[in-house]
Structure formats: structure tokens, C-alpha cells
């Protein structure tokens, strides 16, 4: 991908820095995926967490709130009101505002409740009324930062001229709803000289087959019309995050699974002397089920040890792809798991 379109000379160590009460993390934590992907250099704590650790946190807290940001983003609610911790970057906030005369906070609210130092009269966005993909597209235009470009390759093209024109995209990795807006825009802008009135983008993860399913799309028909129909860059660091300890589990692997109602984790496990299959959905509630295993031809294949109506299996190839098939052949292909 290419680089972040960040500030390098601004002499801040971070573009925005958030703050937030811990009860509110769901939404700094959405907040700081999109940012991040999007090249944004973002002070979210578990983004920080080997930094921090061993630190004397009130000092180092200090200097990123008063300091090292360029902006601070307040996501404000009733439980910020409550903590010492917010209190404590608030008033470091506070003092480089003063410093400065200038705006530097920026209030995300979540409700109506009143936050001493916070004064009524400041501007703020209403996360009741703006989705946080718009509040972070506003973040974008305080900052002046143009979102980076997304890594891309058109894999099929259909255009008819004055009507129409249809992609395939393949991307290196789940993105943001905000890139792909940008890159649908990009798109379209590189296409229009086919003078065509709609375009339908398709857009594909890696180890996704052409004609078997999109991870999104993105339709001008003729207004932009963006969907995500497998799980989001959201969803999906917020999964990761939820990752159990290993503790006694040896993992066989763990994949990812991108489409329309099949969005999550598959992780294939031993323990003790059996082996399961976990599935983790989008929506972080988890399915387990014991397997048997058997090899042959380089490959591993797995079954439910339960009656298994629909004859459905899984096959563990040499290059560690997953793949699930049933009676009449392949279903459908995992992702590999992304990195940390």
C-alpha cells in the first residue's frame, strides 16, 4: 500500500489522539481501526500497549494529550464525567487549548451529559445522528489528510459504452468503508471516459474465487451506494482482539471466512486427544464441535464426530489453505488468517 498521507513535518508524534472512558472503548476502538487503516497516526492505548507497559502512565499520559498530538478526539458520555483517568487527559487537553487559542478538541458526544472543562458552546458531533465512517471522514478533513490510496488489481472488466461499466477487484485485505468509498471514487473518476451512466464494482479478498460470492460492493446507480456484505475491518480487530488465551489448546490453524452470512473465524484445535473445530462470528459468539481426522495425499481431513446430515467436511491442503466441501464436492474456500 502506499504510504500514510500524514503530517511528517508537523513535529507531533500523532495525528489525533483519542481519549475515552473504558465503558465507550467499542466505539474509540471502530474510531481507531478506520483511522489507523486509513494512515492515520493514531494514540489509541492498545495500539500502545508494549510502549506503555513499564512507563510511569500519569507523566506519558500527559505528553501525549498535551504535546504529542496534533488533535484530540473526546468520544463524551456519562461514564467520562465519572473517571479519573479521562479527567486526567481532559485537563491535559485542556491546557494546550489554552496554550495555543486554537481548536484542538474535538468532541465526539454520546450523550447530553455535561463535562466539567467541556464548555457547551464548543462544537461537537452527535454520534447519535453521524456514524462513526462520517465522524472519522471529518476527522479527515480537520486533519487536511487525503485517506491513502488501497492496494487494488481489476481482475474483469465489463464496460458498455453509454450504460454501464462492471469490475472485479481483487484488494490485499479487508478495508474501511471510508477507503473503499475513496477507491470506488478513484474508480469511477479512472473509467468515465467510457461516458457509461452506471458502475458496478465487485470487490474481492484474497483466496476468493471470481464468480463465488463479493466481500463488498460498491454501486453508482447513479448516486454511490457502498456495501460491506462480509465482515468489516471493524469487526475484524475487534475479533482478533477476542482471541482466547492458548492456554492447553494446540492450534492446528485458524482462518478467516469472508461472504454474505459468513463472516468470522475458523480455528481448528487439538486438546488433549481430540481435535475441534471453532467457528467466531461477526457478531463474537462462538460454535464448537469435536472432529475426526484422517490424512492422505499430503492432506488433512477433517469430519464432525455428530451425525452430520449434509456430509459436510473440511480439507487442510499442503499450503495450509482450508477448504469446506460437502457430498457433492467444494463449498467454499477460508481466507488465511490475517497477521496481527
Given at each position: 500500500?502506499?504510504?500514510p498521507?500524514?503530517?511528517?513535518?508537523?513535529?507531533?508524534?500523532y495525528?489525533?489522539?483519542?481519549?475515552?472512558a473504558?465503558?465507550?472503548?467499542?466505539?474509540?476502538?471502530?474510531?481507531?481501526?478506520?483511522?489507523?487503516?486509513?494512515?492515520?497516526?493514531?494514540?489509541y492505548?492498545?495500539?500502545?500497549?508494549?510502549?506503555?507497559?513499564?512507563?510511569?502512565?500519569?507523566?506519558?499520559?500527559?505528553?501525549?494529550?498535551?504535546?504529542?498530538s496534533?488533535?484530540?478526539?473526546?468520544?463524551?458520555?456519562?461514564?467520562?464525567?465519572?473517571?479519573?483517568?479521562t479527567?486526567?487527559?481532559?485537563?491535559?487537553?485542556q491546557a494546550?487549548?489554552?496554550?495555543?487559542?486554537?481548536?484542538?478538541?474535538?468532541?465526539?458526544?454520546?450523550?447530553?451529559?455535561a463535562?466539567?472543562?467541556?464548555?457547551?458552546?464548543?462544537?461537537?458531533?452527535?454520534?447519535?445522528?453521524?456514524?462513526?465512517?462520517?465522524?472519522?471522514?471529518?476527522?479527515?478533513?480537520?486533519?487536511?489528510?487525503?485517506?491513502r490510496?488501497v492496494?487494488?488489481?481489476?481482475?474483469?472488466?465489463?464496460?458498455?459504452?453509454?450504460?454501464?461499466c462492471?469490475?472485479?477487484?481483487?484488494?490485499?485485505g479487508?478495508?474501511?468503508?471510508?477507503?473503499?468509498?475513496?477507491?470506488?471514487?478513484?474508480?469511477?473518476?479512472?473509467?468515465?471516459g467510457?461516458?457509461?451512466?452506471?458502475?458496478?464494482?465487485?470487490?474481492?479478498?484474497?483466496?476468493?474465487?471470481?464468480?463465488?460470492?463479493?466481500?463488498?460492493?460498491?454501486?453508482?446507480?447513479?448516486?454511490?451506494?457502498?456495501?460491506?456484505?462480509?465482515?468489516?475491518?471493524?469487526?475484524?480487530?475487534?475479533?482478533?482482539?477476542?482471541?482466547?488465551?492458548?492456554?492447553?489448546?494446540?492450534?492446528?490453524?485458524?482462518w478467516m471466512?469472508?461472504?454474505?452470512?459468513?463472516?468470522?473465524?475458523?480455528?481448528?484445535?487439538?486438546?488433549?486427544?481430540?481435535?475441534?473445530?471453532?467457528?467466531?462470528?461477526?457478531?463474537?459468539s462462538?460454535?464448537?464441535?469435536?472432529?475426526?481426522?484422517?490424512?492422505?495425499?499430503?492432506?488433512?481431513?477433517f469430519?464432525?464426530?455428530?451425525?452430520?446430515d449434509?456430509?459436510?467436511?473440511?480439507?487442510?491442503?499442503?499450503?495450509?489453505?482450508?477448504?469446506?466441501r460437502d457430498?457433492?464436492?467444494?463449498?467454499?474456500?477460508?481466507?488465511?488468517?490475517p497477521?496481527?
Amino acid at each position: 500500500m502506499d504510504q500514510p498521507m500524514t503530517d511528517e513535518v508537523s513535529g507531533f508524534d500523532y495525528d489525533v489522539a483519542l481519549s475515552f472512558a473504558g465503558e465507550d472503548r467499542a466505539e474509540a476502538e471502530a474510531l481507531a481501526a478506520i483511522l489507523k487503516e486509513s494512515g492515520i497516526r493514531v494514540f489509541y492505548d492498545r495500539y500502545e500497549a508494549a510502549d506503555l507497559w513499564g512507563k510511569d502512565l500519569y507523566q506519558h499520559l500527559a505528553s501525549v494529550y498535551k504535546d504529542r498530538s496534533r488533535f484530540c478526539v473526546m468520544i463524551l458520555s456519562r461514564h467520562y464525567a465519572e473517571k479519573l483517568w479521562t479527567r486526567h487527559e481532559l485537563q491535559q487537553a485542556q491546557a494546550r487549548a489554552f496554550r495555543e487559542n486554537r481548536e484542538y478538541i474535538l468532541p465526539l458526544r454520546k450523550d447530553d451529559t455535561a463535562i466539567p472543562g467541556v464548555p457547551e458552546t464548543i462544537g461537537y458531533i452527535d454520534l447519535r445522528e453521524t456514524p462513526l465512517h462520517q465522524a472519522a471522514r471529518l476527522v479527515f478533513e480537520k486533519l487536511g489528510i487525503t485517506p491513502r490510496q488501497v492496494w487494488h488489481d481489476i481482475i474483469s472488466r465489463d464496460v458498455v459504452p453509454g450504460v454501464k461499466c462492471s469490475l472485479d477487484v481483487r484488494l490485499g485485505g479487508p478495508v474501511s468503508s471510508i477507503a473503499l468509498e475513496a477507491l470506488a471514487r478513484r474508480l469511477f473518476d479512472e473509467h468515465k471516459g467510457a461516458s457509461f451512466a452506471r458502475m458496478f464494482i465487485c470487490y474481492l479478498l484474497p483466496g476468493m474465487e471470481l464468480n463465488a460470492g463479493a466481500w463488498a460492493t460498491t454501486h453508482f446507480n447513479p448516486d454511490l451506494d457502498v456495501q460491506i456484505l462480509g465482515m468489516t475491518l471493524e469487526q475484524s480487530e475487534q475479533l482478533r482482539d477476542r482471541q482466547p488465551v492458548e492456554d492447553d489448546r494446540q492450534i492446528v490453524g485458524r482462518w478467516m471466512q469472508q461472504g454474505p452470512g459468513v463472516s468470522g473465524f475458523v480455528t481448528i484445535f487439538r486438546q488433549g486427544h481430540r481435535v475441534y473445530l471453532e467457528e467466531t462470528f461477526g457478531d463474537g459468539s462462538q460454535l464448537s464441535r469435536e472432529l475426526t481426522e484422517s490424512r492422505a495425499n499430503g492432506e488433512t481431513r477433517f469430519e464432525l464426530k455428530e451425525r452430520n446430515d449434509h456430509q459436510d467436511y473440511w480439507v487442510l491442503d499442503r499450503s495450509g489453505y482450508l477448504s469446506l466441501r460437502d457430498g457433492d464436492g467444494w463449498v467454499m474456500r477460508y481466507l488465511l488468517y490475517p497477521d496481527r
